[in-house]
């Protein structure tokens, strides 16, 4: 894709043009439907009308303000890359996933994973709660070893090391992040299973089981990433180079040659068991104080007691002390009648309590 970059303009210049994604029909009708066009997810991502010019949705790259857009374009510029779509590309740009032969993920095909969301004690609280926040989550669990697919070997061994399985017949409460009823299939890691004390569970059957003998650190990857980009797109790299492995959702291609068509497109990067471990380790990390917790909430946790905090990935940052603490469901709580906290993008006006009529 071509430089020089431009915000928010579609205007005839040659080079990548960022717009938005609602303007993209207009941008498409301007150029008279010539080219091809990637959309995701119904929303239009980027569009080549020719090889002189790209429109590209700057949604994806979530600027705040034309500074920070600015500060992402000279970053990748100087690392000596074309105008990024995603933050994924910036990571790609530092790493090269190794592809197996034979993929052993397709048993695992369909599986995605998330952050643990819950409530456990709702209402006002009568003590002192404290907000901490897992530095860097994901990439802390990424940096711990992922399984070389590569090495992959079928096992049905329950007590098999660095391995992951289907199993069902687990109890209800085995899993805390994952309460299902028993017949359920679930995807389970060996750390998950040693971790929660599931090594002589009754009942379980497995289903597929693969074991791996090496595995990949990507610590090298990240240090790369470090020396190339400011902290400030670190950190949104951070944030956002998982999520290519956790989805099999991909683009579809449309072109107009022979009339408007629509090609779908398939997700290298799939990486189910990548996203088991990433995202297992986090929510593990958060387990240890589940007796004292009042709410989580993907890597941030409400807790009654105090924990060692550190700058380092993996180390817990102090967000918050609240005297006046209250939570109605996940990602909503506050500290004070009708003072609002809230966890995620936007905001709504709460109380500690219900809707009174």
């Not at 949705?57 to 600015?70: G, H, K, T, V």
């Not at 028993?182 to 059957?205: I, K, P, Q, Y």
């Amino acid at each position: 894709m071509p430089w020089p970059a431009w915000y928010r303009t579609d205007e005839p210049v040659n080079g990548t043009c960022y717009i938005s994604s609602f303007d993209f029909p207009r941008a498409i009708a301007k150029c008279g439907r010539s080219g091809q066009a990637w959309r995701y997810q119904h929303k239009w991502t980027t569009y080549c009308p020719n090889r002189k010019r790209t429109f590209k949705a700057i949604d994806r790259l979530q600027p705040e303000n034309e500074s920070q857009f600015w500060e992402v374009m000279h970053a990748a510029k100087n690392a000596g890359l074309n105008p990024p779509t995603s933050y994924a590309e910036l990571f790609l740009s530092c790493y090269r996933s190794p592809m197996p032969r034979v993929s052993p993920r397709s048993p695992f095909l369909g599986y995605r994973f998330g952050g643990w969301q819950q409530t456990f004690r709702g209402g006002p609280s009568s003590q002192t709660v404290y907000q901490y926040d897992l530095n860097k989550a994901y990439r802390w669990a990424a940096c711990r070893g992922l399984p070389d697919l590569r090495t992959a070997r079928q096992t049905w061994d329950w007590q098999a090391p660095d391995a992951v399985y289907l199993v069902s017949g687990m109890p209800c409460d085995a899993i805390p992040y994952h309460r299902t009823p028993r017949g359920f299939v679930h995807m389970v890691t060996s750390e998950e299973r040693d971790a929660l004390g599931l090594t002589n569970v009754s009942g379980l059957t497995i289903h597929r089981g693969v074991r791996f003998s090496k595995s990949i650190d990507l610590s090298n990857t990240f240090e790369g990433i470090d020396s190339k980009f400011s902290p400030a797109i670190v950190s949104r790299i951070s944030r956002a180079f998982w999520g290519m492995w956790n989805t099999t959702t991909a683009p579809e291609i449309v072109s107009w040659k022979h009339g408007e068509r629509a090609r779908q497109m398939t997700n290298p990067w799939y990486n189910p068991i990548w996203s088991a471990f990433i995202t297992s380790r986090v929510k593990l990390r958060m387990n240890v104080f589940r007796g004292r917790m009042l709410h989580c909430f993907v890597d941030s946790v409400h807790v009654t007691d105090e924990l060692p905090t550190g700058t380092m990935p993996g180390d817990w940052k102090h967000v918050g002390t609240y005297k006046h603490f209250w939570c109605r469901a996940p990602g909503q709580w506050g500290d004070g009648e009708y003072t609002l906290k809230y966890t995620g993008r936007g905001s709504i006006i709460m109380s500690p309590y219900g809707l009174r009529k």
